[in-house]
């Protein structure tokens, strides 16, 4: 009996050994997943950092464009009304040495018939 005992010890001491080898190893496992799970996030993060940064060149660019734009249709848009001014100023010129042009022939007319 005593000789079962001592296999039986021996045969749990022996599991144990195997099941702390066993627990080293899966945690040696776990500890290689952290740090390849770490490691991708890592990678993920600066692919994303990249992306950020492209995304606030895309945008500057984009704004700066914008306001280039903009810039060019206010000039454009100074110089449309500036010509419709000159247009508009030219027509009321116009208009007057029409006026003053009917008035002087009229004289002359009533002159001429006077005469």
């Given at each position: 009996v005593e000789e079962e005992v001592r296999v039986k010890v021996a045969e749990m001491a022996g599991l144990?050994?195997?099941?702390?080898v066993?627990?080293?190893?899966?945690?040696?496992q776990l500890q290689e997943g952290a740090?390849?799970?770490?490691?991708?996030h890592e990678v993920f993060l600066k692919e994303l950092q990249q992306e950020l940064a492209e995304a606030q060149q895309t945008y500057q660019r984009q704004t700066q464009a914008a306001d280039?734009?903009?810039g060019e249709v206010e000039?454009?848009?100074?110089?449309?009304?500036?010509?419709e001014s000159?247009?508009?100023?030219?027509?009321?010129?116009?208009?007057?040495?029409e006026t003053e042009g009917a008035s002087q022939l009229q004289a002359?007319?009533?002159?001429?018939?006077?005469?």
């Open positions: 144990r050994e195997e099941a702390t066993q627990a080293s190893v899966l945690q040696n740090a390849a799970k770490e490691a991708e280039q734009a903009k000039v454009l848009l100074e110089q449309l009304w500036l010509g000159r247009s508009l100023a030219l027509e009321a010129a116009l208009k007057r040495h002359l007319r009533q002159s001429l018939q006077v005469a």
